[in-house]
């Protein structure tokens, strides 16, 4: 069992950014895919940003250029750089972890991006 829990959300004109982390309760070793995903209003949750196993990175189309995941090591928190942010990129967003056999959510948080 592993606890994610998001911050740095918030409310941001367009053009501006927002860095997202996301902290695990223990090491996040055996997890073999981590990363981001979002909700906006009145949609279905998307894939924004995951690491591999192997330490490669995807993207959304829509955020290639503009957002970054990284994260330092298995123990070090998870983070979305967010820059030039737009405002279809409202959304609550999410961190996701997956073992293979279990999948972890954190509770989210919500990022605005007025125009």
């Known amino acids: 069992q592993v606890q994610l829990v998001e911050s740095g959300g918030g409310l941001v004109q367009a053009g501006g950014s927002l860095r997202l982390s996301c902290a695990a309760s223990?090491?996040?070793?055996?997890?073999?895919?981590i990363g981001w995903y979002r909700q906006p209003p009145g949609k279905q949750r998307e894939l924004v940003a995951v690491?591999?196993?192997?330490?490669?990175?995807t993207y959304k189309d829509t955020v290639k250029g503009r957002f970054t995941i990284s994260r330092d090591n298995a123990k070090s928190p998870l983070y979305l750089q967010m820059n030039s942010l737009k405002p279809e990129d409202t959304a609550v967003y999410f961190c996701?972890?997956?073992?293979?056999?279990?999948?972890?959510w954190g509770q989210g948080t919500q990022v605005t991006v007025s125009s």
């Open positions: 690491i591999g196993f192997d330490g490669s990175t």
């Open positions: 996701q972890g997956s073992n293979g056999k279990y999948t972890y």
């Open positions: 223990r090491s996040t070793s055996d997890i073999i895919a």
